[in-house]
């Protein structure tokens, strides 16, 4: 089955072409030129992948991402944030605190960003750990379910972020570098991509959603990565 892929950008010669070059490659096309009527394309159509522009009127495309991902029904779903302008370091790391999968500037390869959105793609057929449940210290995670709660409270989270807190609850008290996160939740060859900001923004909204007395659990390790204190 071709994988359906909702393409967002206000610019309408951009739309077209992206949705003709991507409609010749093996993809089923979904388009808007608007952020609000994206969400709603989302919620209904149900797209394998977005890729959404980061400057439109109205809603933008870190505010679609943003809105989907706090959505139990859309959250799941990867997004690429394309730019042309925001493409800055506080507007990329921007982007993956909203929860994007990947950061593309303009303008690009055709090519190159059909790689792109293959790889996000892949790194959600990932397999974090087993269907078994964890439950360490009050929070509970079941990765059949794909669901979490601390004590009992239902904690939603998106997809990087239970791939994140499952590979940590998995191997509690040792240490794993960044590298090993990296190529282990998101998918990413080490010898392509070692940016510790990537894992660092997870981390840090990770503790956020679980509070304060498991956070501090979440333990960076100088110089080396993180670990889940037993």
């Not at 709603?40 to 992948?49: F, G, N, Q, V």
């Not at 982007?95 to 996000?120: C, H, N, Q, T």
């Not at 995670?141 to 997809?159: F, I, N, Y």
Request: glycine share 8%.
């Amino acid at each position: 089955m071709k994988p359906k892929i909702l393409i967002v950008d206000d610019d309408r010669s951009v739309l077209g072409a992206l949705k003709r070059y991507l409609s010749a490659n093996g993809f089923v096309c979904v388009v808007s030129d608007s952020g609000s009527e994206a969400l709603m394309l989302a919620r209904e159509s149900k797209p394998d992948i977005i890729l959404v522009d980061a400057q439109m009127p109205g809603l933008d495309g870190h505010a679609v991402c943003r809105v989907l991902k706090q959505e139990a029904a859309t959250q799941t779903v990867p997004i690429i944030i394309m730019s042309g302008a925001l493409i800055d370091e506080q507007h990329v790391l921007a982007g993956f605190a909203g929860g994007a999968d990947d950061y593309v500037a303009k303008p690009f390869s055709m090519a190159v960003l059909k790689a792109r959105i293959e790889a996000v793609l892949r790194r959600y057929k990932v397999v974090v750990v087993s269907d078994e449940r964890l439950k360490k210290h009050g929070v509970e995670l079941d990765p059949a379910g794909r669901t979490v709660s601390v004590r009992g409270k239902k904690v939603s989270l998106t997809r990087k972020e239970f791939d994140l807190l499952a590979t940590l609850l998995s191997r509690p008290g040792k240490a794993l570098t960044i590298n090993y996160l990296l190529e282990t939740v998101w998918g990413y060859d080490p010898a392509d991509y070692n940016d510790p900001g990537t894992v660092e923004v997870h981390v840090c909204h990770l503790r956020k959603k679980l509070g304060p007395g498991l956070a501090k659990r979440i333990v960076a390790v100088l110089g080396h990565g993180y670990k889940f204190e037993d």
